[in-house]
T-cell receptor, first 115, second 109 residues
Framework: DSGVTQTPKHLITATGQRVTLRCSPR?????VYWYQQSLDQGLQFLIQ???????AKGNILERFSAQQFPDLHSELNLSSLELGDSALYFC??????????????FGDGTRLSIL | GIQVEQSPPDLILQEGANSTLRCNFS?????LQWFHQNPWGQLINLFY???GTKQNGRLSATTVATERYSLLYISSSQTTDSGVYFC???????????FGSGTQLTVLP
């Protein structure tokens, strides 16, 4: 158990819909990262938050947004969903905002299926 | 950005055999992690090893940062070792991990 909690585990929805994925980091971790794993793109970084502030952006679509709340949990919002958004979405956390200081610990992921 | 290459892409072993997985990266790194993704999709953190050698049971890893590669050794493999092994690196001022494309390991009984 990594200590990172993601809900829901599975999500099935239709094109054009909007969903929210939730992540609770490990106790004491201030940094939250979102990654997307799709069959054709592999594991790709989407966005990072540190202590409530956005710190880095990767290949995140404009239809996607995220936020980190005062209790440090984070939500990833995906809107106007397309078939290609079907993927496994991982949240990771670390104590620091710097990648070289400590490892990232990953949750079990949310499997999103768009019908 | 940094490039990460893993080899071999696929590996099939008989139970009890040993194996070595390789990860090459194109720039200096300040973070290197090895993960095992099991058949249920979970990413299990195996090692945090930006340099040096670590061992955990039947698994060990070595990173030679000056030569830009890392090796993951699996000894006396078991069927439960099956899955995809990913190497992920962090470099410079980047805040994210960059993942390789993985090695798909199948251990046959």
């Amino acid at each position: 158990d990594s200590g990172v909690t993601q809900t829901p585990k599975h999500l099935i929805t239709a094109t054009g819909q909007r969903v929210t994925l939730r992540c609770s980091p490990r106790s004491g971790d201030l940094s939250v990262y979102w990654y997307q794993q799709s069959l054709d793109q592999g594991l790709q970084f989407l966005i990072q938050y540190y202590n409530g502030e956005e710190r880095a952006k990767g290949n995140i679509l404009e239809r996607f947004s995220a936020q980190q709340f005062p209790d440090l949990h984070s939500e990833l919002n995906l809107s106007s969903l397309e078939l290609g958004d079907s993927a496994l979405y991982f949240c990771a956390s670390s104590p620091s905002g710097q990648v070289g200081v400590s490892p990232q610990h990953f949750g079990d992921g949310t499997r999103l299926s768009i019908l | 950005g940094i490039q990460v290459e893993q080899s071999p892409p696929d590996l099939i072993l008989q139970e009890g055999a040993n194996s070595t997985l390789r990860c090459n990266f194109s720039d200096s790194v300040n973070n290197l992690q090895w993960f095992h993704q099991n058949p249920w999709g979970q990413l299990i953190n195996l090692f945090y090893i930006p340099s040096g050698t670590k061992q955990n049971g039947r698994l060990s890893a070595t990173t030679v940062a000056t030569e830009r590669y890392s090796l993951l050794y699996i000894s006396s493999s078991q069927t439960t070792d099956s899955g995809v092994y990913f190497c992920a690196v962090g470099s410079g001022s980047a805040r994210q991990l960059t993942f390789g494309s993985g090695t798909q390991l199948t251990v046959l009984p």
